[in-house]
């Protein structure tokens, strides 16, 4: 990608770090993308590097260990990142959305010192649980119960479908100390995930994205300190939606990432693939797949991009979000889709990446928000226009 045109005002700086980023993903992490994929090793390698390059606290400020940087390049990241390999590229989403976000925004200046330095380092890495068994999309409903002890909290319950759930060294827990009080008895809470009573149990063997950890966490008796409060009591479920608004920037671009690799696979498989006499690029139905192809994921890209930049400029961007994330979640899956029937029989076989980009697409239609639950938010916001 030629990241001097892509969008207005970006500065040398910017460009020169994006350019040294696709150069990382397209020779460090996209080489072993296939392996990860078929194996389900974690990439530990490839996050190691990416801590190194500062992309594991993208936004989060300097003097708290991460690299300073706008939303709108932490964007282009995650997209060159999940370009090269899917899996790779939600270790580092959760890692800077859900984890490092939370903290710096609602924490205390002892929590960043103790927890935002080593994550926004790339030091530890962190996970993000809300959903539990029964509570995926109601978030207000859940039953995980944190109860106020002396200088504490002992916290009894289960988590699933955690993201970097078995590598996590601290863990943004969401509990209820009343479940009557619905949403407003919500506490969050960053854990150390040695902390006794704190474990791992079932790793979810998934369609895609098969080399980040998705976990079911259990929590028998774990007592936290005061001090593990993020925020006050009863603001968590402000924690989690602001936490998760953000989120989906990073989801979205994940799945700009995914469809980018498939239209590009696409273009390079149909200009060499020759049938009757000529490459079936020749053809109009494979002109047609391209041209709507590259449309809806240059439609995607700018709703994510306007999001961020919202985001950046500190104005409201909640329903800019959850469009984006509908859009590149929606296109990513489509373009997934007609990548293979591009590619014919091939497109069916491991050999080529769109079977990978394919199974790996459907997930960012349903994580961080399915798509139903961010066309409830955004009619939510439209119907409350005046």
Known sequence: MDYSKTWPNLDESQIMLMDQIHQFAQKVVAPVAAHHDETGEFPTENVKQMAEMGLMGMMVEEKWGGAGLDTLTYAMAMEAVSAACAS???????????????????????????FLKPLASGQKLGCFALSEPGHGSDPAGLKCRAEKVPGGYKING??????????ADYCILLATINPDLKHKGICAFVVDTKTKGFSVNKLENKLGITASSTASLF???????????????????????????????????????????????????????????????????????????????????????????????????????????????????????????????????????????????????????????QKLVIAAHELAKK
Not at 90 to 109: E, H, K, R
Not at 300 to 329: H, I, V, Y
């Open 219 to 373: 929590f028998d008796d774990m007592v936290v300190a005061d001090e593990c409060l993020l925020g006050k009591e009863g603001e968590g479920f402000k924690v989690a939606m602001s936490t998760l608004d953000g989120g989906r920037i990073g989801i979205a671009s994940q799945a700009l990432g995914i469809a980018t690799c498939a239209f590009e696979a696409s273009k390079k498989f149909a200009s060499e693939r020759e049938q009757f006499g000529a490459p079936i690029a020749k053809l109009q139905a494979i002109q047609f797949y391209i041209a709507e192809m590259g449309t809806r994921l240059q439609a995607a890209r700018l709703l994510t991009w306007f999001a961020a930049q919202r985001k950046d400029q500190g104005l409201p961007f909640a329903r800019e979000a959850a469009m984006a994330k509908l859009s590149a979640s929606e296109s990513a899956m489509w373009i997934a889709t007609k990548a293979i029937q591009v590619h014919g029989g091939y497109g069916y076989t491991k050999e080529y990446v769109v079977e990978r980009n394919f199974r790996d697409a459907k997930i960012t239609e349903i994580y961080e928000g399915t798509s139903e639950i």
């Open 88 to 114: 790779t590229g939600v270790i580092m989403s959760v890692n800077n959305s859900l984890v490092c976000y939370p903290i710096q925004a609602f924490g205390t200046d002892a929590q960043k010192e103790k």
């Open 158 to 167: 289960s988590k699933n479908w955690i993201t970097n759930g078995r590598e």
